[in-house]
Nanobody
Framework: QVRLVASGGGSVDTGGSLRLSCEAS????????VAWFRQAAGMGREPVAV???????KYADSVGSRFTCSEDKVKNTVYLNMDRVTPEDTAMYYC???????????????????WGRGTQVTVYP
């Protein structure tokens, strides 16, 4: 089974940037989507961004054009570039992979087969 390792979290000031990485040990299917979700303290988990195996991306309204998802297929790694961050971006960030999952239903947590451990992002005011 694929193992996902999320990294790159840390502390940053408002307006700064961070790049999160989600490295997969391998994919058991060439048709997949990889998404980022986040969970702030005391809140539910919310979808952030997704990238499909053919390169399509979608983003939550809350991150708009500030975040960009990309993939390095050689490294089996998906990146989340976070720009112009705000304190509202403070959360634990998780990546997840879904096989054969409908891209249009990417926000549904039940669509994902494997989740990685989170990486904490803290944005100072």
């Amino acid at each position: 089974q694929v193992r996902l390792v999320a990294s790159g979290g840390g502390s940053v000031d408002t307006g700064g940037s961070l790049r999160l990485s989600c490295e997969a040990s391998s994919y058991s299917d060439s048709n997949y989507i990889v998404a980022w979700f986040r969970q702030a303290a005391g809140m539910g988990r919310e979808p952030v961004a997704v990238i499909s195996s053919d390169g399509r991306t979608k983003y939550a309204d809350s991150v708009g054009s500030r975040f960009t998802c990309s993939e390095d297929k050689v490294k089996n790694t998906v990146y989340l570039n976070m720009d112009r961050v705000t304190p509202e971006d403070t959360a634990m960030y998780y990546c997840a992979v879904g096989y054969g999952a409908a891209f249009t239903k990417w926000t549904e947590e039940g669509r994902y087969n494997v989740w990685g451990r989170g990486t904490q992002v803290t944005v100072y005011p």
